[in-house]
């Protein structure tokens, strides 16, 4: 008997194709707009993880004033390269500390000029950025006590100085000086905060304080943490560490804020879920418009064929027989929508995952969750135009016109 009215239910539908058609419209776009912004929101959040652990491994930043942020530091009080000597030494469980002083300067090579970052730091920046080597070298001891004029450049530095050319050993202009290329760092891409992490130029410290700025200035501590490390107990102890270094008294606040990144990732991620959430909630609404647009073609559908109902109950149809075959109709009809919608979310996650350059994340929880979800809305809005059917009288439905 099912199969029976399963192949009636087809045969409806296939009838009034261009019906069926745009009356699943609603639930193919409700579908396609759940699994897509399901899709890309998770993509999103997928992508600023990896940004934010692209700053480094159980990273702590440390930096001077009583906020992070632009204008953040005020006129505080910058830190000393003993400071990075003093958290390596006297705090459990870190595994490097980099000291690191910032500057803009415009880069010369070749007869080209650009724009740049220029860093001051050790070779324990590598260590806590999670930076790599393409070719050459770190910095030797004696270059870094010496503030040799040397340095480590980026990928977008290279391809807009060097271009084709080789730059490894080449000659690059920092301002008054002039500095060898010993080493050309791996790209990291866009960083988490929309910066071209590439574009830098990375010397020995005091190459930058003794030759570029001409002070002493420390702008930041970068302190990577060893595996398994409390990030808390750490933090702590640097706090303490620094309050008694910079001479701050027990009412005094702090002065210098201490970040960790991955409480930042986890901040982020959790504002990009939310966010997905709400999108797949709004994006929903449309299933359910949708729902309404089948409730209202199988009322058009039961009045159009009310003599053949009628007729079907004269004959010895069953009340049930009659429910279940206009209720499969609105099933068959949303689910079919919910497999279009899949299919065209699919393909729309995939080009527009590409577009944005976030990860496409398969989740098949979420498409088969919209498929039954489709399934569902088949049954609650197809119920009561089945209902009406089955409750025809059958004497009035054969005198119908």
Known sequence: MLLNTLMLALRSIRRNLMRSFLTILGIVIGVSAVITMVTLGSGATLAVQNQISGLGTNLLQVRPGQRMGPGGGGNAVAFKESDADAIATQIGGIAAVAPEARTNSTLVAFGRNWSSSVIGSTNDWLTTGNWKLVSGREFSNDEQRGGAAVCLIGETVRRELFGAQAALGAQLRVKQISCEIVGLLA?????????????????????????????????????????????????????????????????????????????????????????????????????????????????????????????????????????????????????????????????????????????????????????VFSAVIGVVFGYFPARRAARMDPIDALRHE
Do not use: C, H, W
Not at 229 to 238: E, F, L, N
Not at 262 to 272: F, H, V
Not at 321 to 332: K, S
């Open 187 to 371: 790209s990291k891409g866009q960083g988490a905060f929309g910066n071209d992490q590439d574009d830098v130029v990375l010397v020995p410290l005091k190459t930058l304080q003794r030759r570029i700025t001409g002070n002493n200035r420390v702008n930041s501590l970068l302190v990577s943490m060893q595996d398994g490390s409390d990030a808390k107990r750490v933090t702590s102890g640097i706090t303490q560490l620094l309050r008694e270094r910079r001479k701050l008294a027990s009412g005094d606040e702090d002065n210098f804020n201490v970040l960790d990144t991955k409480q930042l990732a986890d901040t982020l991620s959790g504002t990009t879920k939310v966010m997905t959430m709400l999108l797949g909630a709004v994006a929903a609404v449309s299933l359910l418009v949708g729902g309404i647009g089948i409730m209202n073609i199988m009322l058009v559908s039961v009045t159009e064929r009310t003599r053949e109902i009628g007729l079907r109950l004269a004959i010895g149809a069953l009340e049930r027989e009659v429910l279940l075959q206009f209720l499969i109709e609105a099933v068959v009809l949303a689910a079919l929508g919910g497999l279009v919608g899949i299919v065209l979310a699919t393909g729309a996650s995939v080009g527009l995952a590409a577009l944005m350059d976030v990860p496409y994340t398969f989740n098949l929880a979420v498409n088969v969750l919209s498929f």
